[in-house]
């Protein structure tokens, strides 16, 4: 049977282990603050440069160090996750988040932005990431089931981006930028508290670690000699532009075109309302079908949808029907990627190969966030930046077709057979 048509489902055993349902509802809580309180910031944008007097690129550059963090520190958090526990790395990072909120709400200029906003928030985001959150669940969830459930503890992050982008409005609108993000450093108190719900262990004889027992660099060395992986890597890249351009310039591009601040705050959390059901669905197909042509169908769905957002006259309905389509494809991308990664590489060291491609994603969300804003701030419009963006989207549809996929927890001997 071709890989155009439906594979058989992976092999599962008979039951899930004990305690997996703590394992998934902690993982989707703490998704839900770390990416939904981060899926808000593009709120901040327009208020903190009138404030402050910076252009548009300062934030840009904030968010984009933030991502670059995330991404270059994503292996480590991976290595110290698959060593130590993700609990006690989750914890770290909601700590170190909460504070960076803290200090951001203090930031008088340039520097302190992007010191606090960029620099100690992105250190803790880089602990509290999917990797580390996916490697948990991946380790005691059974291969059939596997992109089910990362796709629920995924659709976490989007119900975040619901709840609480309407909530930063409102908290801007109440207070002022500063106090709102003191009060979101709340979140991280409670996702402090919820890592702890993440140290079960997997059941060998129910959910099996796939993957040879070596050491963590031996693993890295082995996946990076296949471009398979590296494809991967790519097209998550795109992934990152994508969301982080989105998520941080949305909000700033509707207002210029004309809508309200209540109108772009409610595509901006539609995107996360959507996105639930997005990543469920996408989630529940990698069991039936090439975790590879999901990936293309979401890519190719969104360059269409960025040609409308860049090219149509703009109205509060188009900005909402916007929302909801981005939202459908919003993280649709991660759980067959992680897939993917866990099918071909096994699940031994999931959080530490997947944070390599996590790394892919941060760099394209660093460029999204910051080069968007730089290309406004030196043309006055992001009509390059929409057109970068659908270029991707094709690039992301096609990357992947080379690739492979090898039945579950067997290495391939040839990356793109």
């Known amino acids: 049977m071709s890989e155009s048509q439906r594979i058989d489902p992976e092999v599962s055993e008979r039951s899930l282990p004990r305690g997996v349902m703590t394992v998934l509802i902690c993982g989707a809580i703490v998704i839900t603050l770390g990416m939904g309180i981060r899926q808000s910031f593009g709120i901040f944008l327009k208020p903190v440069t009138a404030d402050l007097e910076v252009g548009r690129q300062v934030f840009g550059l904030a968010i984009a160090l933030q991502t ?15 060593r130590f526990g993700p609990q006690r790395v989750i914890a770290a990072g909601a700590s170190i988040y909460g504070v960076g909120l803290v200090l951001t709400g203090f930031a008088q200029g340039p520097g302190s932005l992007i010191l606090t906003l960029g620099g100690v928030v992105g250190l803790g985001m880089s602990l509290l990431t999917l990797p580390v959150v996916l490697g948990a669940v ?44 003191m009060l979101l450093s709340i979140g991280m108190a409670v996702a402090f508290a919820t890592a702890f719900g993440l140290a079960h262990k997997s059941n060998a004889a129910s959910a099996p670690v796939e993957g040879e027992d070596v050491s963590a660099v031996a693993a890295l060395t082995r996946a990076g000699k296949h471009p398979a992986y590296w494809l991967l890597t790519l097209s998550f890249f795109v992934c990152g532009f994508h969301v982080s351009f989105v998520a941080t310039h949305l909000p700033a591009y509707l207002a210029d075109r004309g809508i309200s601040a209540s109108v772009a705050a409610n595509s901006l959390a539609l995107i ?17 079908y090439a975790k590879k042509y999901l990936l293309t169908t979401i890519y ?42 866990a099918q071909l590489f096994g699940t031994r060291y999931l959080a530490t190969l997947f944070g390599v491609v996590f790394m892919g994603h941060q760099i394209g969300g660093f460029l999204g966030a910051w080069f968007a804003g730089y290309l ?17 989207g094709v690039f992301g549809a096609l990357v992947l077709l080379p690739v492979g996929e090898a039945r579950p927890g067997r290495l391939p001997t040839a990356a793109a057979s």
Request: charged share 5%.
């Open 300 to 341: 190719a769905s969104r360059a269409v949808l960025f040609v409308l957002i860049a090219t149509l006259p703009m109205t509060p309905t188009l900005a909402l029907v916007f929302g909801a389509v981005m939202g459908f494809l919003w993280l649709g991308t991660v759980p067959p990627t992680s897939g993917l990664v």
């Open 68 to 82: 670059l963090l995330t991404g270059l520190l994503g292996p480590v958090a991976g290595m110290l996750s698959d």
């Open 138 to 181: 991946g380790r005691v969830v059974p291969a059939r089931s596997r992109g089910t459930a990362f796709g629920l503890v995924t659709a976490g992050g989007s119900f975040g981006q619901f709840a609480m982008v309407p909530g930063a409005q409102a908290l801007v609108t109440a207070f002022d930028w500063q106090s709102a993000f």
């Open 376 to 392: 406004f701030d030196t043309t006055g419009s992001y009509q390059i930046a929409w057109t970068i963006s659908i270029a991707l």
């Open 272 to 288: 996360g309302f959507f996105n639930i059901f997005g990543s469920y669905i996408f989630g529940a197909l990698c069991s039936r």
